[in-house]
């Protein structure tokens, strides 16, 4: 009896052992798995600034070559005036129209011609 006592309590204590062991190994994957989590939300944030930065980048690369496109665009605006300023001088500042600024340099000589008649229709008859 006394020895199935004792192997009694051995067995008990070998349980109690086991599901001490057991307990452990499950806080440990729980750590585990906790530390993972918190790693991977870290990674998540790391990855999600450098993607923002490289958008901001990318956009500020953008703005600066729509700039340059820009100048670039003046300059040629800006050599296409001298050229005809050039031509007129040569010609001794004859007007030249260009097709693309015909219309418009035509209204714009229709207006001063008639605002020049207004004025000059004005003055004659306050002379009298």
Known sequence: MKQSLIKQQRDQ???K?????KRHVEEEKK????SMKIMARIAYKEWKERKT????HAKKMEKMEKRRQKMEEQEIK???RQ????MQRRQGGGQILLAYG???????????N???????AKQRRSNC
């Open 102 to 112: 015909l219309n418009k340099n035509l209204k714009q000589l229709d207006m001063e």
């Open 13 to 15: 204590y070998q349980k």
């Open 31 to 34: 750590k585990d798995k906790e």
């Open 53 to 56: 930065e490289e958008l901001r």
């Open 78 to 80: 800006m050599a296409r």
């Open 17 to 21: 052992i086991e599901d001490m062991e």
């Open 83 to 86: 050229m005809v300023m050039e």
């Open 114 to 120: 008639k605002r020049k008649r207004a004025k000059s």
